[in-house]
């Protein structure tokens, strides 16, 4: 039974989300051989609606008022329909990972570099990795084969096939 990876609905669908979300953060990850194989079709689903969506962006004429009432125009940037739905897609499927603190940065700091970041995976997703794909598709003219995958040899507690899988 290939594509079942011995687990039940629930906790097969959690690994492959956990899996998808670390991958799609650190673009590399250590896993078995028949889970990598699994995530790869898992991920580029995701990366390929990123990348078919993520230019779809509108702008927006917001009024609002400044600290002596008056009013003031400008120019806000939103998702479009498309992009909206398809980041919703997206995070129905990965896990919400939030940046994590450096060692000697003060909280100020962190607070600062993060602050208006709400969900600082998709913001990766559809600001850097889809447009360097999107890229990559018209250069080359491929779509798809977003990762990679390295065979390590035999874990040795069980001897199950090692593998890396990252993103190219």
Not at 72 to 98: E, I, N, S, W
Request: hydrophobic letters at 30%; aromatic letters at 8%.
């Amino acid at each position: 039974m290939p594509g079942k990876l011995g687990r039940p609905t629930k906790e097969r669908l959690a690994i492959l989300r956990n899996q998808a979300s670390q991958l799609l953060w650190y673009g590399k990850i250590e896993t078995t051989e028949a889970r990598a194989k699994e995530l790869r079709s898992y991920v580029e689903k995701l990366i390929t609606k990123a990348v078919n969506t993520y230019d779809d962006v509108v702008q927006v004429e917001v009024v609002s008022k400044d600290k002596k009432g008056r009013e003031v125009k400008t120019t806000a940037y939103k998702d479009g329909p498309k992009k909206l739905a398809a980041r919703r897609a997206v995070m129905a499927k990965t896990y919400d990972l939030q940046e994590i603190k450096d060692f000697n940065e003060k909280k100020s700091d962190y607070k600062k570099r993060t602050g208006k970041i709400q969900h600082p995976l998709m913001e990766k997703l559809f600001n850097e990795i889809a447009p360097k794909y999107a890229q990559r598709k018209e250069e080359i003219g491929q779509g798809g084969g977003y990762t990679r995958i390295y065979l390590l040899g035999e874990r040795r507690g069980d001897g199950a096939e090692k593998a890396v899988i990252e993103l190219v």
